[in-house]
């Protein structure tokens, strides 16, 4: 089982997201962070940001989860342009160490297992951040994807397409398809750091936790994983069922256990 955290809102869930990163860049100053986009991960990446001074961050290197296929090089919301304005500039991470999977049309076809080799090549992700989808997908791994799946082209469902026609002009420029570390590439990662704010995500959220392992459910392959952390405020929160064990079994955790 996961270890649920439920926090005060997603400034709180920042906070603590970024001292776990803090502390495994100390201990290991090329750490490899699996990074996530979408509106979720920000308080991490804000709360990082205000806490990176004195912090060695030239070694650090990441590996985005996904990327958008067939999007012009440069496009403002390919991943590779979203991470690299909100997570590689106001971090001042090195753009070289930091990759995005490659959603050119003409390459495509090799695009997956290239990036599989590029993480086992640099050994593995340390600690992966992710979001959660409404339809409960993790990366763009969308219902139906199997628990042993790679990096690989997948079609967005509709609902994700709206869900993300918020960043385009309309839902007809949102791509149909996507590259997508799988959640066998997911559960390879060492830590699991799954965040979720909002009431739109706690129907999702105790499904993921608390309901059957199930490809419907891509989000519960985190009860796969030997080490998964899931941050969630209080509104993301209400559906679970053993929400005031999560609350009991954190407030009495050792300090020196951290996240
Ligand atoms: P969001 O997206 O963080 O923008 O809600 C999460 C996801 O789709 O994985």
Known sequence: MAEVVIVGDSGAAGTLVAEAIVSLIEERPDAVLGLATGSTPLPVYEALAARSQGLDLSRVRGFALDEYVGLPAGHPESYRSVITREVVE?????????????????????????????????????????????????????????????????????????????????????????????????????????????????????????????????????????????????AAASELQHADYYRYAYANKPAWQGI
């Open 90 to 234: 106001p971090l001042g991470l090195v753009p070289e160490r930091i990759q995005v999977p490659n959603g050119a049309a003409e390459t495509i076809q090799h695009a997956g297992a290239d990036y599989e080799a590029a993480i086992q090549a640099a050994g593995g992700v340390d600690l992966q951040i992710l979001g959660i989808g409404t339809d409960g997908h993790i990366g763009f791994n969308e219902p139906g994807s199997s628990f042993a799946s790679l990096t690989r082209v997948k079609t967005l469902t509709e609902q994700t397409r709206r869900d993300n026609a918020r960043f385009f002009d309309s839902i007809d420029d949102v791509p149909m398809h996507c590259i997508t570390q799988g959640l066998g590439t997911i559960l390879r990662a060492r830590h699991l750091v799954l965040l979720a704010f909002g009431a739109g995500k706690a129907a999702a959220i105790a499904a993921a936790l608390e309901g059957p392992l199930s490809a419907n459910l891509p989000g519960s392959a985190v009860q796969l994983h030997p080490r998964a952390t899931v941050v969630l405020d209080e």
